[in-house]
């Protein structure tokens, strides 16, 4: 049950964001074709135009958690991965999966600025989705301090 409420949740913010766009962007893209990359849970939506060589790409995956499936797609159409996670185990895991493409891991949280902060972990202990603003109501004593850094840094 947990499952299909997620992948609804991830679908409709990626609609959200697509109809956001699309409307911001009605003109300049009004032939976006839009294709799905990764899994129900760790993918996205992307213009079909993205994936053309014609241009470099980096993409920055901030939060790659334990599913690196739109990050190894993006890496095979020939992107610059630039992974975050505050967890270690997560960088590691995207080391492994991405270890024949260009993939720089760093082991922090993205912030508005770089140093220190303390995240809160999931209420769901199967999930790995840790936050800076404790959005799931967990206890001070499960949180832990780790390392952040800006995107600027980045």
């Known amino acids: 049950m947990i499952d299909r409420f997620k992948f609804f949740a991830v679908a409709l913010q990626n609609r959200i964001s697509i ?3 699309s409307f911001v962007f009605k003109k300049r893209f009004s032939n976006l074709e839009l294709v799905r990359y990764g899994t129900h849970y760790g993918g996205w939506w992307i213009p079909r135009a993205f994936l053309s060589r014609n241009f470099s790409r980096t993409l920055v995956s901030a939060g790659l958690g334990h599913d690196t499936s739109f990050d190894l797609l993006m890496a095979k159409s020939g992107a610059k ?3 975050i996670d505050p967890l270690p185990e997560c960088v590691d895991l995207a080391k492994l999966s991405l270890e024949d493409f260009d993939f720089i ?3 922090a949280a993205l912030s508005a600025s770089s ?3 303390r995240i809160y972990p999931p209420k769901n202990d199967l999930h790995d989705s840790w936050s800076l ?3 799931h109501g967990t206890s001070w004593d ?3 301090v780790v390392p952040t ?3 600027d840094d980045v």
């Open 19 to 21: 109809y956001i766009l």
């Open 81 to 83: 991965i630039i992974g």
């Open 105 to 107: 891991g760093v082991n």
């Open 115 to 117: 140093g220190e902060a």
């Open 133 to 135: 603003t404790n959005v």
């Open 142 to 144: 499960d949180s832990i």
């Open 149 to 151: 850094i800006s995107l």
